[in-house]
């Protein structure tokens, strides 16, 4: 602004009215007032306490303490103190070699299980549970009901056992 008034030879008031500016914004200066510095310096205390805690629950924890500001208040001081939770980092799983699957010799050795959810126009939700001989590839028993509960998934084994003999393993993912 001073710039353009010591260039053009104009006064404050007549370059504010061209760039459509108040003069009250070029002399507005921001004065950190004594209850946002006292808010600060408590929230600042209360997150090196607390430091999984978010500017949300610092300043439930603030509430509850009889300080009544509004959030949006904290949430801006909390910004400018240069406080942020720092966020935690995924664990990946144990990096270990799998063993391959062991493939049966002979059927009736392996036979692996699973559950297969369907869900027909009607809008109830059907329950398979499949139960396949790994040589063979053939469907050792099929259980379908709206619930299959672990009595009845045992009971249905022993079924499908009387008729082949029990496997000597049983997989399931």
Same mark, same amino acid.
Not at 75 to 89: C, E, I, N, Q, W
């Given at each position: 602004m001073q710039e353009m008034q010591a260039q053009t030879g104009i006064s404050q008031r007549r370059a504010c009215q061209l760039i459509g500016l108040s003069r009250s914004v070029l002399h507005y200066q921001p004065r950190a007032s004594e209850q946002n510095t006292r808010l600060q310096t408590q929230l600042v205390e209360l997150a090196q306490e607390r430091r999984r805690f978010g500017y949300r629950r610092l300043h439930i924890l603030l509430w509850r303490? +009889? !300080? &009544? !500001? *509004?959030?949006?208040?904290? =949430?801006?001081? =909390?910004?400018? $103190? +240069? /406080? #942020?939770?720092?966020?935690?980092?995924?664990?990946h799983g144990v990096a270990i070699e799998r063993e391959r699957l062991s493939l049966p010799s $002979? @059927? *009736? &050795?392996?036979?692996? #299980?699973?559950? !297969?959810?369907? $869900? @027909?126009? %009607? +809008?109830?939700?059907?329950?398979? /549970? %499949?139960?396949?001989?790994?040589? %063979?590839?053939?469907?050792? +028993?099929?259980l379908v009901d709206h619930g299959i509960s672990g009595f009845r998934v045992t009971r249905a084994l022993d079924e499908m056992a009387q008729f082949r003999g029990y496997p000597t393993a049983i997989r399931t993912d």
């Open positions: 303490a +009889g !300080v &009544q !500001v *509004n959030h949006k208040r904290i =949430y801006r001081l =909390y910004r400018s $103190a +240069g /406080l #942020m939770v720092k966020r935690r980092r995924r664990r $002979a @059927p *009736n &050795q392996v036979w692996s #299980m699973d559950f !297969v959810f369907d $869900a @027909p126009s %009607t +809008g109830r939700r059907i329950k398979c /549970l %499949t139960v396949v001989d790994d040589f %063979t590839k053939e469907a050792v +028993g099929i």
